[in-house]
């Protein structure tokens, strides 16, 4: 079987990709990563470079001029797909994202060519989220509209837990046997090692990830806010990862006035991986996530992690008792949960026990075995 991933423009899943690659050709050895950059020092799979167009110095800048860029690099390269699936001929085309479908029916049209001009090739697409973050419900009404629209384009959809198979059932009436779940294995930062930290007075906490509303980054300063004094001094706070500028504006000096240590900038893997190894709690005060790629590096700190209450942080956290998660969006439910964490109220060695147990359970092979399994079920 000749099998082709497309993460079409090469930044959502830096680590995602080749990790899955990786994975599958050691199933399967024909396997061709199609993306625009490839982040990755150990490499078993074929790698076919697509376009970059935005130059380095422009990662950080959020520009019209940028966006447009973008745009026309995604389109190109969507033509030049056209033109490897026409000539390789894949059995597979396994799509990660559709970059445009948040906002026009472009891809429908992509993908009808693709169909009608290439019908050896089978076309399969990951969906990370049900919706894209932080829409409307208009933009939502919008998105389901598409949506529906190029659901006639693919043989089978693979998604990350039950919790998500279960809404895309019931927001677009997928029949459930179009759809694999393939877990979503565990980031492992390349040279790591897990570090225990010191026992100290303070228990360090922190946040990372760019924090956009959803987040709720916000939510967690409110919480810290509403501590008692003697819980203040003995908890220190840092939020790591480029943020929402309305959420940054509205919180910024409340952090301030509190002590936390707020990186409101891009931060690389080395300086975001350290900060990870110094804490000693990894919070995730997330409004709503379909899947969080953020959890799943988590985990690999084997460090206690705690996170809303939302499906997929519980479905994700298996083996986690259900009052140690707490209500999203809810700055209360939040600043109990820390004072419980501070009193040793929550068994950190149970957290780290099932932390073990769920870094074998999302395991990268089980996770290219299920999406291997899927090819060859729709095909």
């Not at 399967?28 to 380095?56: A, G, I, M, W």
């Not at 009808?112 to 001009?117: D, G, H, L, Q, R």
């Given at each position: 079987?000749?099998?082709?991933?497309?993460?079409?423009?090469?930044?959502?899943?830096?680590?995602?990709?080749?990790?899955?690659?990786?994975?599958?050709?050691?199933?399967?050895?024909?396997?061709?990563?199609?993306?625009?950059?490839?982040?990755?020092?150990?490499?078993?799979?074929?790698?076919?470079?697509?376009?970059?167009?935005?130059?380095?110095?422009?990662?950080?800048?959020?520009?019209?001029?940028?966006?447009l860029?973008?745009?026309?690099?995604?389109?190109?390269?969507?033509?030049?797909?056209?033109?490897?699936?026409?000539?390789?001929?894949?059995d597979?085309?396994?799509i990660?994202?559709?970059?445009?479908l948040?906002?026009?029916?472009?891809?429908?049209?992509?993908l009808?060519?693709?169909?009608?001009?290439c019908?050896?090739?089978?076309?399969?697409?990951?969906?990370?989220?049900?919706y894209?973050?932080?829409?409307?419900d208009?933009?939502?009404?919008g998105?389901?509209?598409?949506?529906?629209?190029?659901?006639?384009?693919?043989?089978?959809?693979?998604?990350?837990?039950?919790?998500?198979?279960?809404?895309?059932?019931?927001?677009?009436?997928?029949?459930?046997?179009?759809?694999?779940i393939?877990?979503?294995?565990?980031?492992?930062?390349e040279?790591?090692?897990?570090k225990?930290?010191?026992?100290?007075?303070?228990?360090?906490?922190?946040?990372?990830?760019?924090?956009?509303?959803?987040k709720?980054?916000?939510?967690?300063?409110?919480?810290?806010?509403?501590l008692?004094?003697?819980?203040?001094?003995?908890?220190?706070?840092?939020?790591?990862?480029?943020?929402?500028?309305?959420?940054?504006?509205?919180?910024i000096?409340?952090?301030?006035?509190?002590?936390?240590?707020?990186?409101?900038?891009?931060?690389?893997?080395?300086?975001?991986?350290?900060?990870?190894?110094?804490?000693?709690?990894i919070?995730?005060?997330?409004?709503?996530?379909?899947?969080?790629?953020?959890?799943?590096?988590?985990l690999?700190y084997?460090?206690?992690?705690?996170?809303?209450d939302?499906?997929?942080?519980?479905?994700?956290?298996?083996?986690?008792?259900?009052?140690?998660?707490?209500?999203?969006?809810?700055?209360?439910?939040?600043?109990?949960?820390?004072?419980?964490?501070?009193d040793?109220?929550?068994?950190?060695?149970?957290?780290?026990?099932t932390?073990?147990?769920?870094?074998?359970?999302?395991?990268?092979?089980?996770?290219?075995?299920?999406?291997?399994?899927?090819?060859?079920?729709?095909?």
């Open positions: 079987m000749k099998i082709a991933i497309l993460d079409i423009t090469g930044r959502n899943a830096v680590q995602y990709n080749p990790a899955l690659c990786n994975a599958i050709a050691r199933i399967e050895e024909d396997v061709t990563l199609l993306s625009p950059t490839l982040k990755c020092s150990k490499q078993s799979f074929k790698y076919f470079r697509l376009l970059d167009l935005v130059p380095q110095s422009w990662v950080n800048r959020e520009t019209l001029l940028k966006r860029l973008r745009a026309f690099e995604v389109l190109l390269n969507y033509f030049i797909v056209w033109i490897y699936i026409l000539i390789k001929r894949p597979v085309l396994h990660q994202w559709l970059p445009f948040e906002f026009s029916s472009i891809e429908n049209i992509v009808w060519i693709y169909n009608n001009t019908s050896h090739t089978k076309l399969y697409l990951t969906i990370h989220n049900v894209p973050h932080n829409q409307s208009k933009q939502k009404k998105y389901h509209k598409r949506f529906l629209c190029i659901d006639r384009h693919f043989v089978g959809y693979l998604v990350h837990l039950q919790s998500s198979k279960d809404e895309l059932v019931k927001e677009f009436n997928i029949a459930p046997s179009k759809i694999t393939a877990y979503h294995g565990i980031y492992v930062p040279g790591f090692e897990v225990e930290c010191k026992p100290s007075e303070k228990i360090n906490v922190i946040l990372y990830g760019t924090q956009t509303k959803y709720g980054a916000d939510v967690f300063i409110k919480a810290y806010k509403q008692p004094d003697r819980y203040k001094t003995r908890i220190s706070a840092k939020i790591v990862g480029r943020t929402d500028k309305n959420i940054y504006d509205s919180c000096k409340d952090a301030n006035d509190l002590g936390v240590e707020w990186i409101n900038r891009f931060v690389d893997d080395k300086e975001l991986y350290s900060a990870i190894n110094d804490s000693d709690l919070l995730l005060p997330y409004r709503a996530i379909t899947q969080s790629g953020v959890l799943l590096l988590a690999s084997y460090k206690p992690i705690i996170t809303t939302l499906p997929s942080f519980r479905e994700t956290l298996d083996g986690y008792p259900d009052n140690y998660f707490f209500e999203a969006n809810n700055a209360d439910a939040l600043s109990s949960m820390l004072i419980r964490f501070a040793g109220e929550l068994d950190v060695k149970k957290m780290k026990s932390i073990s147990k769920l870094n074998e359970k999302y395991s990268w092979e089980k996770t290219a075995r299920s999406t291997y399994n899927a090819y060859c079920t729709y095909s």
